[in-house]
């Protein structure tokens, strides 16, 4: 399973504002999140799918994905200030 690419197509979603960096940046701090995001994401939905769901541990997903891009968007904007 290719968690970049999954990783990147779920975070352009969440991240509406940044698909165009997203699309095309490529350094290896950002691959490494976007990957890390879509393993995180692809285990949440499994979690979700569960008969018997886990609720502290989708929490625990949940705000885990949310740190993801959180620190996406830092590092996207102190891509950006470098570029000036």
């Given amino acids: 399973m ?3 690419t999954i990783g ?3 975070m352009m979603i969440r991240l509406p504002g940044h698909r165009g960096k997203l699309r ?3 350094c290896l701090a950002l691959t490494s999140l976007i990957e890390s995001y879509g393993v995180a994401v692809m285990a949440l939905e499994d979690l ?3 008969a018997t769901p886990d609720e502290r541990l989708i929490a625990q997903y949940e705000y885990d994905c949310q740190a993801f891009e959180e620190k996406v968007v ?3 904007s102190d891509l950006a ?3 000036r």
Avoid: H, I, Q, V
């Fill in 74 to 76: 830092r590092l996207l």
């Fill in 24 to 26: 095309e940046l490529s």
């Fill in 2 to 4: 290719d968690f970049e």
């Fill in 8 to 10: 990147r197509a779920r």
């Fill in 48 to 50: 979700r799918k569960n």
């Fill in 81 to 83: 200030d470098l570029a």
